[in-house]
């Protein structure tokens, strides 16, 4: 069945807006963020400049491909758009990776805030002004000191699913692996 895109879009930003705070409590979201690194480690994967930087993977769980362009990531609720994506789409079941260096001088998918894994951090991901379209609180005060190992990364148990945790092994802009423990921090 072909579903308009706009159809989806509008059914999307119900889900959305009926899931605020954006937790992985809706396993229906159509562009999720499905996984990060924040803790990077010299062996890991780098950038287009040989950098070992933080990076944040986008997954498309729609049945069509979705378009970012009026996309933005951010680490600061107080500041929804400090990053804005290029004008191009996700393929239904596709990925899509910005690198969290905090060196937007590197190109169009370089995002200008790192991820901070000794203070804890959140990554937004807002449609528009501000409809906050997913959201991911990592490692607060409390949080799980083995998800700060260097070199790995955390994400959904599978792409697009509402489970979290700490990936079995880091998969930058492919499908996640597995988590290694049952619990979202
Ligand atoms: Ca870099
Ligand atoms: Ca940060
Ligand atoms: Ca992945």
Request: glycine share 10%; net charge negative.
């Amino acid at each position: 069945m072909k579903i308009p895109l706009n159809i989806l879009l509008a059914a999307a930003a119900l889900l959305y807006t009926c899931s605020p705070t954006g937790t992985g409590d809706d396993g229906n979201r159509l562009i999720v963020i499905n996984e990060f690194m924040s803790a990077s480690s010299d062996d890991g994967p780098t950038d287009e400049h040989g950098d070992t930087d933080d990076w944040i993977e986008l997954y498309n769980n729609g049945e069509n491909e979705i378009s970012v362009a009026d996309l933005y990531l951010s680490d600061d609720s107080l500041q929804l758009h400090a990053y804005s994506f290029p004008d191009t789409v996700i393929a239904s079941g596709g990925f899509l990776l910005v690198w969290a260096d905090d060196e937007p001088l590197e190109g169009k998918w370089h995002a200008p805030f790192q991820l901070s894994w000794q203070n804890g951090d959140e990554i937004i991901l807002t449609k528009g002004r501000d409809r906050i379209v997913d959201r991911y609180r990592f490692f607060p005060e409390n949080g799980n000191p083995t998800a700060r190992v260097p070199g790995t990364s955390f994400g959904r148990a599978g792409d697009g699913d509402t489970l979290w945790g700490q990936q079995t092994e880091p998969s930058p802009g492919a499908p996640n692996r597995g988590i290694r423990e049952w619990r979202t921090d």
